[in-house]
């Protein structure tokens, strides 16, 4: 059982260059997100999906892209990356709804926009 | 005014002290979710409460629906609990949708 995967662990984008954060979870979790951390303020969601084609803005969204055509991914892109956009990501997926639904987070990936 | 809030931010105490970490919110929510994050940047799943009480080893939470306020509790305190512990809500968002909002973190340095 992987859990949540969430690659690349580091990267060094240009401004202006694009990429994508993928993310995968085998526990057929409806629920997914993606969150940045920025030092001193937490974790900030910016996108997030309770199921396959359904996705929603979190509290950050400009700048990034998200689609969900399967349950287990949840692809993060940055379609013209800004230094602004240097943070810590992490994907994270649950149950969606009810008890029981434990948060299950990636290990992050650590974007740098030079 | 943050949906989530957390206090303190920062807590140094003494190896074998008894801790308290607090979570207030001002939305309904589902459920409430207690984090750690050590240094390096992992995030572990410590607790979700949507009432009453949960104890895991040293570790209990406890939450107060009607005043929107939770707490974790740490006793007999040892460095190895020295993380970032983090407070998340779960509530309801855009059509019948729901999202998770966090609080900024409690850094709990542990001393021996």
């Known amino acids: 059982n992987a859990g949540v995967t969430q690659t690349p662990k580091f990267q060094v984008l240009k401004t202006g260059q694009s990429m994508t954060l993928q993310c995968a979870q085998d526990?057929?979790?409806?629920?997914m997100s993606w969150y940045r951390q920025d030092p001193g303020m937490g974790l900030r969601l910016i996108h997030y999906?309770?199921?396959?084609?359904?996705?929603d803005q979190g509290e950050v969204p400009n700048g990034y892209n998200v689609s969900r055509s399967t349950t287990e991914d949840f692809p993060l892109r940055l379609l013209s990356a800004a230094p602004s956009q240097t943070s810590v990501y992490f994907c994270?997926?649950?149950?969606?709804?009810?008890?029981?639904?434990?948060?299950?987070f990636g290990e992050g990936s650590w974007l740098t926009v030079v | 005014k943050n949906e989530v809030e957390q206090s303190p931010q920062n807590l140094t105490a003494q190896e074998g002290e008894f801790i308290t970490i607090n979570c207030s919110y001002s939305?309904?929510?589902?459920?409430l979710h207690w984090l750690q994050q050590h240094p390096g940047g992992g995030i572990v799943s410590l607790f979700m409460l949507s009432s009453g009480k949960k104890k895991h080893g040293r570790l209990i939470a406890t939450i107060n629906i009607q005043e929107k306020h939770s707490s974790l509790h740490i006793t007999a305190s040892h460095p190895r609990d020295s993380a970032v512990y983090i407070c998340?809500?779960?509530?309801?968002?855009?059509?019948?949708?729901?999202?998770?909002?966090f609080g900024t973190g409690t850094r709990l340095t542990i001393i021996p």
């Open positions: 939305v309904g929510i589902s459920a």
């Open positions: 994270a997926s649950s149950y969606a709804g009810g008890s029981g639904n434990t948060i299950y």
């Open positions: 999906s309770v199921g396959a084609g359904i996705t």
């Open positions: 526990m057929n979790h409806e629920y």
């Open positions: 998340a809500v779960r509530s309801w968002a855009n059509f019948g949708n729901e999202k998770l909002t």
